[in-house]
């Protein structure tokens, strides 16, 4: 064991999987023994902790942990004070934000937060949704939801406030969306504290990096390619380029080589188009990070 460790919370649930996913291509292996909180991973200077994402954010603040993954929604939930080291955009199904939204059975008569006046509202997000009714001017008893919160309307309650990423589960049980109360993001927080600390907010910047760099190239690939000079202009204004393409010399001085970053969905349509404008030696090759 380091003599120096940073504390990390690693989110149980939902976000488990696609955490250690995300730090996998980021170059850290994390493993989580059967019946065990603290996850292994091969990085001496780090301690892991399996934590609910719902509390991440209070033990980050008061110290218990040096920093932690969780969303944005549970941050405001709970309100504690930490400091946003950066913004991860994943979740357990895609990568895109989740979303809290406000949502009634198909038959029911509400159509607006106006009409919530006086109903039962169930959720796990008590907070966020009594700041919602607030900003709406609106007066509801807001209950706690242990669970299963789509089941719960029109017996158990007149309305819930659930997150969803597809609305498949919603639609599953009959439930419209009538309003989105807060879309949200997954981020790396940590301590106030800790991260005053220089080698702790040194090592979290690390983190953040490489983290940052995986998902920044989701959905990216590289090609290059050999161009005779006089094809070049034509070759590169069919390149929708993620940044600007290299072109570097070859032995031959009427070739020049040509190397870029494109979206992996373009290919199909641009590898056809590359080649009739005189590109030749074509060659796609993956992505694992992209370090602006």
Same mark, same amino acid.
């Given at each position: 064991?380091?003599?120096?460790?940073?504390?990390?919370?690693?989110?149980?649930?939902?976000?488990?999987?696609?955490?250690?996913?995300?730090?996998?291509?980021?170059?850290?292996?994390?493993?989580?023994?059967?019946?065990?909180?603290?996850?292994?991973?091969?990085?001496?200077?780090?301690?892991?902790?399996?934590?609910?994402?719902?509390?991440?954010?209070?033990?980050?603040?008061?110290?218990?942990?040096?920093?932690?993954?969780?969303?944005?929604?549970?941050? +405001? %939930?709970?309100?504690?004070?930490?400091? /946003?080291?950066?913004? @991860?955009?994943?979740?357990?199904?895609? &990568?895109?934000? !989740?979303?809290?939204?406000?949502?009634?059975?198909?038959?029911?008569?509400?159509?607006?937060?106006?009409? +919530? %006046?006086?109903?039962?509202?169930?959720? /796990?997000?008590?907070? @966020?949704?009594?700041?919602?009714?607030? &900003?709406?001017? !609106?007066?509801?008893?807001?209950?706690?939801?242990?669970?299963?919160?789509?089941?719960?309307?029109?017996? +158990?309650?007149?309305?819930?406030?659930?997150?969803?990423?597809?609305?498949?589960?919603?639609?599953?049980?009959?439930?419209?969306?009538?309003?989105?109360?807060?879309?949200?993001?997954?981020?790396?927080?940590?301590?106030?504290?800790?991260?005053?600390?220089?080698?702790?907010?040194?090592?979290?910047?690390?983190?953040?990096?490489?983290?940052?760099?995986?998902?920044?190239?989701?959905?990216?690939?590289?090609?290059?390619?050999?161009?005779?000079?006089?094809?070049?202009?034509?070759?590169?204004?069919?390149?929708?380029?993620?940044?600007?393409?290299?072109?570097?010399?070859?032995?031959?001085?009427?070739?020049?080589?040509?190397?870029?970053?494109?979206?992996?969905?373009?290919?199909?349509?641009?590898?056809?188009?590359?080649?009739?404008?005189?590109?030749?030696?074509?060659?796609?090759?993956?992505?694992?990070?992209?370090?602006?």
């Amino acid at each position: 064991m380091s003599e120096r460790v940073l504390k990390l919370g690693i989110p149980s649930g939902s976000l488990q999987e696609a955490t250690a996913e995300l730090f996998k291509k980021a170059g850290y292996s994390i493993k989580f023994p059967s019946r065990s909180y603290y996850p292994e991973i091969d990085d001496a200077e780090i301690e892991c902790l399996l934590i609910r994402a719902q509390e991440m954010a209070r033990y980050v603040e008061q110290g218990i942990l040096d920093a932690g993954i969780t969303g944005h929604d549970w941050v +405001l %939930e709970t309100n504690a004070d930490v400091v /946003e080291v950066c913004e @991860l955009v994943f979740s357990k199904v895609s &990568r895109r934000p !989740v979303r809290w939204v406000l949502c009634v059975p198909n038959d029911s008569p509400i159509r607006s937060a106006k009409d +919530l %006046e006086g109903k039962r509202i169930a959720t /796990e997000a008590v907070g @966020l949704t009594k700041t919602y009714l607030d &900003r709406h001017g !609106v007066t509801a008893k807001v209950e706690f939801s242990w669970g299963a919160t789509e089941v719960k309307p029109p017996r +158990l309650a007149d309305a819930i406030v659930e997150v969803t990423e597809t609305g498949n589960s919603l639609r599953a049980n009959n439930l419209r969306i009538i309003d989105e109360v807060l879309q949200s993001t997954t981020r790396l927080i940590a301590n106030k504290t800790a991260h005053a600390d220089e080698w702790k907010r040194s090592k979290l910047q690390t983190i953040s990096l490489m983290l940052q760099s995986c998902l920044a190239a989701e959905g990216k690939v590289g090609l290059m390619m050999n161009v005779r000079r006089q094809d070049l202009p034509t070759i590169l204004s069919r390149l929708p380029a993620l940044q600007q393409p290299t072109v570097s010399s070859l032995s031959d001085p009427d070739w020049v080589d040509v190397n870029t970053i494109v979206n992996e969905a373009y290919v199909r349509t641009i590898i056809p188009a590359l080649k009739e404008a005189g590109a030749r030696g074509i060659v796609e090759y993956p992505i694992n990070k992209i370090i602006d």
